[in-house]
C-alpha cells in the first residue's frame, strides 16, 4: 500500500485531505502519511477531531475517527527526499507555487497520482493527468482532457473536446464551453464563463466572474463581461484626479 503525502497544510491541503479520506482509493490503494510544509507550525490551532470543533455535527464515532486531522508535517517539500511507497499531490491553487514546489521532488523521482472527488461526473471518456484534482460536483464531458497537475474545483463544468494544459487552476462554479484550449499556468478563477472555441494563453488569468468570448493572449489579464484586459496602474497623484488607475483594454 502506498503513503499519501500532501504538499502544503494551508486551506487548500486541508480540502484536499478531507477529499483524500472521501476518495475510494483510501485505506485500499494508499493511506495518508501527512503533509509537507516549510512552516511546521502551520496547523496550530487547528481541531484535530471533530468532537473538538465547536457546535460540532453529531456523526457517527466511526466516521468522526475516518475523519481525522492530526497528520503530521514530514518536512520541507524542496527538502524532502522520496521513500520508497511514497505518492504525492500538490495541494496549492497557484500555479507557480505548484511548479515550485512539485518540480523538485519530480526531478527526485517522486510519484504522482490523480484524486477525483466521487461525486464528481466525469465521463469515462475525459482523461485526467498525474497529479490533478477534481474537486466535489465537478462535472467533465466526453474528450475533455486534462493536463497534470491541474485543479478544477467544485461544481465546475467543463464540456467536451476542452483541452486543458498542465499546472493550470479552475476554480469553483465556471463554466468552460466546447472546444476551448487553456494553455499551461492559466488560471480561471470562480464563476467565469469560457464561450465555445475560445483560447485562453499561458500564464494568463481570468478574474471571477468574467465572461470569455474570445482568445485571451498568453501573460494577460482580462476582468468582466465581455472580458477586457486589465492593467493595473498605481494610483495618480492628487493633482492628475481625472486619471483613472485602472485601464480596461480589449484582449
Not at 464561450?195 to 474570445?214: D, L, M, N, P, Q
Request: charge should be neutral; glycine fraction near 8%; proline fraction near 8%.
Amino acid at each position: 500500500m502506498k503513503n499519501l503525502i500532501i504538499i502544503g497544510a494551508s486551506g487548500f491541503g486541508r480540502e484536499v485531505l478531507m477529499m483524500a479520506i472521501d476518495n475510494p482509493s483510501h485505506q485500499v490503494d494508499w493511506v495518508i502519511k501527512g503533509f509537507l510544509d516549510n512552516r511546521p507550525g502551520i496547523l496550530d490551532g487547528f481541531a484535530t477531531h471533530a468532537q473538538d470543533v465547536p457546535d460540532a455535527m453529531d456523526y457517527s464515532p466511526e466516521k468522526r475517527l475516518r475523519y481525522r486531522r492530526d497528520y503530521p508535517i514530514l518536512g520541507d517539500p524542496l527538502s524532502y527526499t522520496p521513500e520508497p511507497g511514497d505518492v504525492f499531490l500538490c495541494a496549492m491553487g497557484n500555479p507557480a507555487d505548484r511548479r515550485k514546489y512539485a518540480e523538485p521532488l519530480m526531478a527526485k523521482g517522486a510519484e504522482f497520482i490523480r484524486l477525483v472527488h466521487p461525486m464528481a461526473a466525469v465521463s469515462t471518456f475525459a482523461s485526467i493527468g498525474r497529479g490533478s484534482i477534481i474537486g466535489p460536483y465537478a462535472a467533465l464531458s466526453p474528450d475533455s482532457r486534462i493536463g497534470q497537475h491541474v485543479t478544477v474545483s467544485s461544481y465546475t463544468a467543463i464540456a467536451h473536446d476542452v483541452e486543458i494544459a498542465d499546472w493550470v487552476e479552475i476554480g469553483a462554479h465556471c463554466l468552460i464551453a466546447g472546444n476551448v484550449h487553456i494553455g499551461t499556468s492559466a488560471r480561471v478563477h470562480p464563476g467565469s464563463v469560457i464561450t465555445a472555441k475560445s483560447r485562453i494563453g499561458e500564464h494568463a488569468v481570468v478574474a471571477a466572474g468574467s465572461v470569455v468570448f474570445k482568445s485571451v493572449s498568453a501573460h494577460t489579464t482580462v476582468i468582466g463581461n465581455p472580458a477586457r484586459r486589465f492593467d493595473w496602474k498605481p494610483e495618480t497623484p492628487a493633482s492628475h484626479t481625472d486619471a483613472s488607475p485602472n485601464e480596461s483594454k480589449p484582449a
